[in-house]
């Protein structure tokens, strides 16, 4: 069965960027989730990918190839003999045939000010630094950091108003009370004044 999609013209373009070295689109798996929201078990590949933007909408048509069986118990030409029918709308979702490492934050954890987008990490002094990112997607509440971070920092997520760049904090798991306080969900709190260390 052909499924035809369209994405918008950005979309595609970073599609492209992300799995071009990896193969195109023999790289990618196209999966379907029927109208009532059950998901189709057959996994498609892209057979097609139009060479124009339709200037209406900026997006791209891509067709996939979907294998669509015939159901078991159901006679050959009968009504409903194939799961997926000419004409019905179906979700897609287009996803690599490898996972992508990826850092991700909560978007909450991204200020951003006149210099652009920024976190705030805590160094091994335990001080919260400032460090430019650049953003990719968003995936509901989370966004993809696509440079400025290595892996492995803690970030700040929770309670930035109070916190500023070298200001010494004591880091927590997000949600985890700040010492010697009652539960309000702070990630990182600052650390009180004259404190030794």
């Known amino acids: 069965m052909r499924v035809a999609f369209t994405v918008s013209s950005r979309a595609a373009g970073e599609l492209q960027a992300r799995y071009e070295s990896r193969g195109g689109p023999s790289a990618v798996v196209v999966r379907v989730r029927l109208s009532d929201g059950r998901p189709y078990p057959q996994a498609g590949r892209i057979e097609f990918i139009d060479t124009q933007v339709d200037r209406n909408t900026d997006s791209l048509l891509i ?41 991700v934050l909560p978007r909450a954890a991204v200020l951003q000010d006149q210099g652009g987008n ?5 160094d091994a002094e335990k001080k919260a630094q400032r460090k430019p990112v650049r953003l990719g997607r968003t995936i509901g509440d989370q966004v993809v950091v696509e440079d400025g971070l290595a892996g492995g920092e803690q970030v700040i997520s929770e309670g930035l108003q109070r916190v500023r760049p070298g200001q010494e904090v004591n880091p927590a798991p997000a949600g985890a009370p700040p010492p010697g306080a009652r539960p309000r969900g702070t990630r990182f709190a600052p650390a009180p004044a004259g404190r030794a260390g």
């Open 63 to 103: 067709r996939a190839l979907i294998p669509n069986p015939r159901r078991e118990g159901v006679q050959a030409g009968a009504a409903g003999d194939r799961a997926l029918i000419d004409g019905q709308f179906v979700t897609v979702t287009v996803e690599g045939n490898e996972p992508v490492q990826a850092i």
């Open 118 to 122: 920024y976190v705030l990490a805590v």
